[in-house]
């Protein structure tokens, strides 16, 4: 990148494993934001190597802030787009992301605080009662008029936006247990939410066997912009929520993640075909940022944030369109990724939806921003894309291979307990005391145990264990 920061991944947990022989996977160069033009985008970058964070955890979370203030209107997609995104960050030692998430979502529990208290300060009702008198004064105010001039309607609008926001508090919603996601979608009126997940949570979540996924389903078919029907029939009593917008950020470790890419349930793979997965990135700081500079928020985020969850007072969703430029841009990236090969990674086919949402989220970001996507926020909006592809591929294959290799010790160290108490054995004795005694099964887990040194074979063909000290033979 040419603002001076450069990035660079690292393996899953950057240790060393005695006695494991890891498959080779090529890494790509890390996450990037590319030199973007305006400073308020500019941000997203600096935040982003603060935090050793990929550039799709801040989206998500600007995008969130956004929430239904805004769209982007094209031919391309039968649908308005929504900034949305759903970002996963794995690493074994989870917890040490967790608190950059924390610092990121802080300005939205800043806000989400600041509603909660003039809620309870006037009430709900008086709420509904207030929006109710300024709908009345608008339309004393027109009377039989048939034109209305749009700055004297903005004023009244601008008052009921401002009193639904209150109504509607929820910004942000951390942990939820399965199957309360929705509740909490109607608390936020479909307007803009975050919702966030730690490994325990998410975990809890996939294991469950209905309430997990379904929750899962509303997150997909918000990120599709589609109102979430069958969670509506379910819990017909709560209302409904027509195409909310909806972000998830994930902290989780490889074995979670993994859960979550293996997974058959149909809605938990249509969430998982949406997400951003990625890795730690490990970047070189400046010596002279000390570890408490590192991990305190600019205040350029917070005033960003702010600024964005403004969008939603002016009472009035902003309808973004591309600009002729960007149009053909975008274009040639629909037909670029439809020409790829398979083999690209599950996120590739919905690579230009991605890059047209963040396309939206940087255009939104200065102060003025204006009604079009510009040709440059497109070029940097797909560039980004075609990054977070690659980079969910890689840590996709890196954490599902990991959880295979894991798997594969565990059944490792359950063979090398029955060689021991009959060793030395055949190969075929050992066999017979599986169940399922298929070699294409049985033999991977012994070539574990020869290549990693715990057991060796004999001339005669038996199968031994080898003692500390003591060296293996093939």
């Not at 004064?137 to 009244?156: L, N, Q």
């Amino acid at each position: 990148m040419s603002n001076g920061w450069q990035a660079s991944t690292q393996g899953i947990n950057g240790r060393s494993q005695s006695h494991r022989t890891r498959p080779e996977i090529s890494h790509p160069v890390g996450v990037r934001l590319p030199d973007l033009p305006r400073e308020p985008q500019h941000i997203v970058c600096q935040l982003s190597a603060r935090f050793q964070l990929s550039p799709a955890a801040v989206l998500a979370v600007a995008g969130a802030a956004i929430g239904t203030s805004a769209v982007l209107e094209t031919a391309l997609f039968p649908a308005p787009i929504s900034p949305s995104l759903a970002c996963a960050l794995f690493d074994e030692e989870a917890d040490r992301m967790e608190w950059a998430v924390e610092a990121i979502t802080q300005p939205l529990r800043d806000e989400q605080d600041k509603n909660l208290r003039r809620l309870g300060d006037v009430g709900a009702k008086e709420l509904v009662n207030q929006i109710q008198k300024v709908a009345r004064d608008r339309e004393a105010f027109f009377g039989s008029a048939r034109v209305r001039i749009p700055s004297d309607e903005a004023g009244f609008n601008l008052k009921i936006a401002a009193l639904r926001n209150l109504l509607h508090p929820t910004i942000i919603v951390e942990n939820v247990s399965p199957g309360s996601l929705y509740i909490a979608t109607l608390s936020s009126g479909g307007a803009g939410m975050l919702a966030l997940y730690t490994d325990s949570t998410f975990a809890t979540l996939l294991g469950t066997n209905k309430k997990g996924p379904a929750d899962l389903e509303l997150l997909a078919r918000a990120l599709q912009g589609k109102s979430p029907v069958n969670n509506f029939l379910r819990q017909s009593g709560k209302g409904p929520v027509v195409r909310p917008a909806m972000s998830c950020v994930v902290v989780a470790r490889p074995r979670t993640i993994a859960g979550l890419l293996c997974s058959a349930d149909p809605a938990v793979r249509e969430f998982a075909d949406q997400l951003i997965v990625t890795r730690p990135l490990q970047w070189h700081i400046q010596p002279s940022i000390t570890f408490a500079a590192q991990r305190e928020v600019p205040d350029s985020w917070s005033a960003l944030i702010a600024r964005l969850l403004g969008l939603r007072h002016t009472g009035r969703q902003r309808r973004m369109t591309l600009s002729p430029g960007a149009a053909t841009l975008l274009e040639d990236y629909v037909r670029e990724v439809g020409q790829l090969p398979p083999g690209h990674g599950r996120l590739l086919r919905h690579a230009p939806l991605l890059a047209a949402r963040t396309a939206l989220i940087l255009e939104l970001c200065p102060a003025d921003p204006g009604r079009e996507i510009s040709t440059r926020t497109m070029r940097h909006a797909i560039a980004l894309s075609k990054d977070f592809v690659r980079e969910s591929a890689a840590a996709s294959s890196q954490c599902t291979q990991e959880q295979e290799m894991n798997v594969l010790d565990g059944k490792a160290a359950g063979m090398l307990e029955k060689i021991k108490v009959r060793e030395p054995v055949s190969w075929r004795k050992l066999r017979r005391t599986y169940d399922q005694q298929d070699k294409a099964t049985l033999e991977p887990v012994l070539e574990q145990l020869l290549r990693t040194g715990q057991v060796r074979r004999r001339e005669d063909g038996l199968l031994e264990t080898v003692h500390p000290g003591e060296e293996s033979a093939g």
